[in-house]
Structure formats: C-alpha cells, structure tokens
C-alpha cells in the first residue's frame, strides 16, 4: 500500500518528467510508482488518423481521469495495475508488458493533474513546475521535431491553437493548489532535497 502520494504539474516540457525521476532517484526507484497522465489521454485510435490530429489534446476532457483515478486507489490499496503508455506519433493508447506494482511512494506527473478535485484529494504533496512560456517552447520544438517527427510549421500551429490557450486556462491557475511551487525544475536542488526529506518524513511515520 502507497504511503505518500506526490503530484508534480507544470506546463508543457517544463521539467516535471526529469523532477519526477530525480525525485524517485534520490528515494531508491524500487520504491517508487511512477504514473504519467500523458498515459491516461482517451484512446481514440478507432478514429481516422487525420481526426486523432485534431484532437485537443491538452483540455481536461482528454484524460480518462476515471481511469486514472481507479489506478491510483488500487496502487494505493496494494494492488497492481496495468502499465499505460501514449504512442505521440500514432496518437494511440499503448499496453505496455508487466503492471505497475504498489510501491511505498506513488509519483503523478501530468500538466493537469492539480486541475482536477478528484486527483487532487487523492495528493498528500502536491508540487508544480513554474518554468518560463520561451525556454518551455523551445524544448517542446525540440522534443516533438526530432522525438516525435513533427514538423516546425505543425508544432506551432498546436502550440498557437491549444497548448497555450489551455495552459493559460487551466494548467497556470491550477499552480495555487500547490504546497510548493519549484522555479527551474530537476536544476533546483534545493526544492529536491524539501521534497525527498518530506517523503522520508512520511515513509518514517
């Protein structure tokens, strides 16, 4: 059974990925759940390819967050879940082989996972990434041109038409549910060590 549960938010590419496994580094992985909400979006691959582009994939409506939330209170509760993944360049729900086993520490990562009451509720430390708007483009560029095979006319027009608009709408005024707000991610080392001394603090309890 789970014994702390930490959320880390943010806006695109701003860290929370490299703080999350920094975190998990530092406490020892084998302790560590690691669930990413990118894993959760609503499958659409029974959609033709040229409507899953579509796709907002950035509001909240796109998550099976009820999912998401099922999977969490059986980590919690001792159980093993299966293990998700998201295909960026099919636009498609991926089964991975094996499960993820409950651990002491469960660690969600998402950019929406403060938005949402029922994640929320479900957090013992809730944490977000406040990166700034240029360096987060620019390594989203990065990412999704050389990762992702996207192009820089496609990422822009995304960037432009979704992923701002709904940072903007949900995932920045989402940081005010946050017990600590890290400037800088995985490179501030102090933020890191408040954040590993308060997860030993509850597995000592």
């Given amino acids: ?22 975190v998990a580094a530092r406490v020892g992985m ?5 669930l990413s ?19 907002n994939y950035d509001h ?16 919690r509760q ?24 409950p651990t002491p520490i469960l660690l ?8 949402d009451e029922r994640l929320r509720e479900r ?13 987060r483009i620019l390594r989203r560029l990065q990412r999704d ?8 006319e496609s990422v822009t027009e995304q960037y432009l038409g979704t992923v701002r608009p709904m940072h903007l709408e949900f995932t920045e005024p989402s940081k005010r549910y946050a017990d600590l707000i890290v400037p800088t991610g995985a490179s501030n080392r102090v933020a890191l060590d408040l954040v590993v001394a308060r997860i030993q603090a509850f597995l000592a309890r």
Wanted: proline share 3%.
């Fill in 30 to 34: 084998e302790k560590v759940a690691l």
């Fill in 1 to 22: 059974m789970s014994a702390v549960s930490i959320g880390i938010a943010g806006g695109t590419s701003s860290g929370k990925t490299s703080f999350a496994r920094e």
């Fill in 60 to 75: 909240p409506k796109a998550y099976d967050t009820e999912l998401l939330v099922a999977h969490m209170d059986s980590l």
């Fill in 37 to 55: 909400q990118d894993a959760y979006y609503h499958d659409p691959s029974h959609l033709p390819f040229e409507e899953r582009i579509r796709i």
């Fill in 145 to 152: 041109i050389f990762e992702r095979g996207r192009t820089l």
């Fill in 78 to 101: 001792g159980e093993r879940v299966p293990k998700l993944g998201y295909d960026f360049v099919r636009h498609a729900r991926v089964v991975h082989e094996g499960f993820v086993e």
């Fill in 123 to 135: 957090l013992d430390i809730k944490i977000y990434i406040d990166t700034d708007a240029d360096v």
């Fill in 108 to 115: 969600l990562e998402g950019i929406l996972i403060l938005e």
